[in-house]
């Protein structure tokens, strides 16, 4: 995956510090945005798969879920396939256990 820079818009070398063009420093993109896939406990209906998604893309869960059932009837059996690939595929959520 390429990155660039964010001061002048050249790409960067993948763990560059600093850019070879304008010499500003590279902010990794890590660090901004939580990309970690995981599925949560909590927040789920089916799989939690959506819930995953969202959190991923930064998308809204309640639009990700009408598009996953407006794919599941229009696009059988795709939808499936790949809802159950990304169940098994997603990690579950990791809760550090209650301290009594
Ligand atoms: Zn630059």
């Known amino acids: 995956m ?5 001061t002048c818009g050249k790409p960067l070398l ?7 063009a304008c010499g500003s420093p590279v902010v990794p993109m890590v660090a ?7 599925r949560p406990l909590y927040d789920r209906r089916i799989g939690g798969v959506c ?9 809204d869960v309640g639009l990700l879920r009408i598009l996953a059932v407006l794919s599941a009837i229009f696009l059988f059996p795709l ?3 790949f809802y159950i690939a990304c169940w098994i595929g997603i990690p579950e959520e990791v809760v550090p256990p209650p301290i009594y």
């Open 2 to 6: 390429n990155q660039f820079c964010s």
């Open 14 to 20: 993948p763990d560059a510090r600093f850019c070879p």
């Open 32 to 38: 901004t945005a939580n990309r970690t896939l995981f």
């Open 51 to 59: 819930a995953a998604l969202s959190r991923a893309w930064g998308w």
């Open 79 to 81: 939808a499936e396939i």
